[in-house]
């Protein structure tokens, strides 16, 4: 690693444009991008010529050192982070839980979690239960805690999930101080009873959990939270598309003009559910997550809305639980610890699925593993490109390498992976987080304590102009209508 370190004849890829030049790094920052940048010995070069230079992977969705299920994820914030470096992925978004509801108490917890961080991070807020502590709460959250989004799960009946009063009320104060409201949308009284269905019928392995929340159930609660938001004008985000169904109606909503973002992730995209059916518990536990992996159709379907823009950015909803804690749900899938690794796999799966098959160009890809994410929750052009005056978070990716996927060898600490055996080609060779070299040679050189808390703040640009449709709203109903009244 180096403070100084010059990226020499690389095709460097932003959103929207990609040139051969060079990138100049001093102090964690982008100093300078332009051709023949000379330099003295002080500096590190690394050479680039035929390899794609892009701002490092943002991940908007994981969950490291979680409580979940009676259980605590396997990868905390060290451990996930490391693994998401040797993959391409320089920040990542976790989701804060409140503690008994407090969302204070939440970010304490979280911010001691995130204490030994090697790269950067950020946090949502999940909203559990609803008061006027809680409420008051997210104001704090977001005026002086970086906060810029919270989620509501329309699922986990009986722990985390709110009824639909509870979600407009979150919505309406997400728009109150310009925070995006995210949703899990299943339907979990629904879910809960095809839960019951699945165990009367003497249904009880991982095949019963995609089996008990099929795909309807996320299109209708997909469908409700896009309404509700409608109904109250605020922008949505909805976080783990994994069916047709949630996506067409992302598709229909955004059609209309609605300001609705559609998050897919890696294992929705890259798998279907025919692991679930495998005949060893551990091997089908391993690909339980919700909404489930859904059958295959459903996975190119999500691919193909990515390229035409239907779906915005690319999460991978790291949760990783081992087989031991996979096995709390041996006799009963309702037990088994919801959720698969993707932290690592994110950048390499993307790119072999999407670019090297021609779906997507390079700037495309940029776009929907760093530079939308940086947009949606307001940190470009901080993150999210390499410019004069970016973080130092930069890729470099040998398009003619290739990588493979096994257990064996990936650096989360879960002793499975539900991309086992996958190989593909276009593989990151040097990964650059705040100007370290952290990855290089199959080599991480990770420091404890490295990464820093990005703050996020309120009002993207999914906020802009979200006061005209109100006024219009207003002025319709002060129009000159024709009303019954009494006295005229
Ligand atoms: O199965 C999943 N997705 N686990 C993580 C929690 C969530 O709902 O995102
Ligand atoms: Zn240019
Ligand atoms: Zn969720
Ligand atoms: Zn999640």
Redesign the pocket.
Known sequence: SSSKILIKGGTVVNAHHQEITDVYVENGIIVAVKPNIKVGDDVTVLDATGKYVMPGGIDP?T?LAME?MGTETIDDFFSGQAAALAGGTTMHID?VIPVNGSLSAGFKAYERKANNSCMDYGFHMAITKWDEVVAEEMEIMVKEKGINSFKF?MA?KGSLMISDELLLEGFKRCKSFGALAMV?AENGDAVFEGQKRMIELGITGPEGHALSRPPMLEGEATSRAIRLANFVNVPLYV??VMSIDAMEEIAKARKSGQRVIGEPVVSGLILDDSGLWAPDFVTAAKYV??PPIRASGHNKALQAALSSGVLQLVGT?H?TFTSTQKSFGIDDFRKIP???NGIEERMHLLWDTMVESGKISPTDYVQLTSTECARIFNIYPRKGAILAGSDADIIILDPNSSFEITARSHHSRVDTNVYEGMKGKGKVEVTIAGGRIVWENDQLKVVPGSGKYIEMPPFSYLFEGIEKADAKYLSSLQAPVKRFNSTT
């Open positions: 969705h969950h979940f989701f799960f986990y899990h976080v783990h997550m919700s909803d949760c919801n959720g698969v």
